[in-house]
């Protein structure tokens, strides 16, 4: 029973290219995020849902576009992808924001070429 | 807004010894402190966090302690064990979102 689960694991696409990730969530969490994992392995927040409505928007350039259908789904997409773009991303959710629990998904590798 | 700052960036200890990892933040008002262990190629996993009206939490082989005034708290592991090796993350509660560390690649040589 997989608690956050994004898709896809691996993701090698070309610059200029638009790709979206997909996450569910089954653990009733009220927030959901997207955290981008660089090479060195620094873990930052890009945008943070609850309930639904965007209440964290980092500086994240505006190709990025987080798309919350319901509680339990955030999906990001991507438009014009670059070079700069490859790493990890991370969909996690917690019960409420930034003061319990953050459980995350498997990762999103993806690949600019 | 909060920064955390995560010291050493690398730790390499023997097994069966400790290995002690620091965390200093800079929001007050922040009251929510947990650690997170990322194994190679997996996802980051809480492994013990500890609230601002506590100042110790044990967990077995692995302890935090908190220090309010001064700011900083630390991730306590002792006899180390070769499943140890990994990255471990310090987070402190912003507003409304966890802010991570950089990060400290542990790893245990036998």
């Known amino acids: 029973d997989t608690a956050v689960s994004q898709t896809p694991k691996y993701l090698v696409t070309q610059m200029g290219n638009d790709k979206s990730i997909k996450c569910e969530q089954n653990?009733?969490?009220?927030?959901m995020y997207w955290y981008k994992q660089d090479s060195k392995k620094f873990l930052k927040i890009m945008f943070s849902?609850?309930?639904?409505?965007?209440?964290i928007n980092e500086t994240v350039p505006n190709r990025f576009s987080p798309k919350s259908p319901d509680k339990a789904h955030l999906n990001l997409h991507i438009n014009s992808l670059e070079l700069g773009d490859s790493a990890v991303y991370f969909c996690?959710?917690?019960?409420?924001?930034?003061?319990?629990?953050?459980?995350f998904g498997q990762g999103t590798r993806l690949t600019v070429v | 807004g909060e920064n955390v700052e995560q010291h050493p960036s690398t730790l390499s200890v023997q097994e069966g010894d400790s290995a002690v990892i620091k965390c200093t933040y800079s929001?007050?008002?922040?009251?929510?402190f947990p650690w997170y262990k990322q194994e190679l190629g997996k996802r980051p996993q809480l492994i013990i966090d500890?609230?601002?009206?506590?100042g110790e939490k044990k967990d077995q082989r692995i302890a935090v302690t908190l220090n309010k005034t001064a700011k900083h708290f630390s991730l306590h592991i002792t006899e180390t064990q070769p499943e140890d090796s990994a990255v471990y993350f310090c987070?402190?509660?912003?507003?409304?979102?966890?802010?991570f560390g950089q990060g400290t690649r542990l790893t245990i040589n036998p």
């Open positions: 849902y609850n309930n639904k409505e965007l209440i």
């Open positions: 987070a402190a509660k912003g507003a409304q979102k966890l802010v």
């Open positions: 996690a959710s917690s019960q409420v924001p930034g003061t319990a629990e953050a459980f």
């Open positions: 500890i609230r601002s009206n506590v």
């Open positions: 929001d007050s008002a922040s009251n929510y």
């Open positions: 653990l009733g969490h009220d927030t």
